[in-house]
């Protein structure tokens, strides 16, 4: 069962925490590279710093910023609204779900935290389905971020490429699925020695 949004841990500065970051491409979905950083102020006071033209301190990260961003981020959080963003959430929470039970239905190691729209799975072993899919590995495993423009039937095509793929890569029983319980965890790991 999926948690509701109310029930997800609120994030706050009055937890040790020392900024937050979101994009605003990825999931919010502006049309340009943009994102918004909320950061405690004795980090502003060490990243600033006065700029003679302008006559003022200068508290951006790379010194500069694009005025089009804030416009196009704006104009879609007010489209979208709460509730667009709680369904949208939903929906990919739901489709995480989904595909991290196809994965290890078809025998993949698979893990995704509760809260989370990323699922991290055992490393396909052919850089061209990597790059098809656009995966981001690291060691043994990789990893898949859940988006709202991901419908089940995407899930459903690169599920069943990975299945037919995986049957090549392991077919002659000489090279095995990777271990991944230390990566993902032992529960997560679905290899000869976790099953």
């Not at 948690?3 to 900024?19: D, E, N, R, T």
């Not at 999931?27 to 004795?42: A, K, N």
């Amino acid at each position: 069962m999926l948690l509701q949004y109310h029930q997800a841990p609120k994030v706050s500065f009055k937890k040790p925490i020392g900024s937050v970051s979101v994009s605003g491409h990825k999931f919010v979905g502006c049309p340009m590279p943009c994102g918004v950083q909320i950061t405690r102020l004795e980090h502003i006071n060490a990243l600033s710093r006065n700029v003679e033209y302008l006559a003022s301190r200068d508290a951006t990260i790379m010194g500069s910023r694009n005025g089009h961003a804030p416009l196009f981020l704006w104009y879609t959080l007010n489209r979208k609204g709460y509730r667009g963003f709680q369904k949208e959430v939903q929906k990919c929470l739901r489709n995480a779900h989904y595909l991290r039970g196809r994965l290890t239905s078809a025998g993949i190691g698979a893990m995704l935290n509760e809260l989370s729209s990323t699922v991290v799975f055992e490393r396909p072993q052919d850089e061209e389905f990597t790059r098809k899919w656009q995966l981001a590995c690291q060691g043994n495993i990789a990893h898949v971020v859940v988006m709202p423009n991901i419908t089940i039937d995407k899930l459903d095509d690169f599920v069943n490429e990975l299945i037919e793929k995986r049957a090549v890569w392991y077919k002659d029983g000489k090279r095995k699925p990777p271990c991944v319980a230390s990566d993902i965890g032992q529960a997560n790991c679905l290899c000869e020695l976790h099953k």
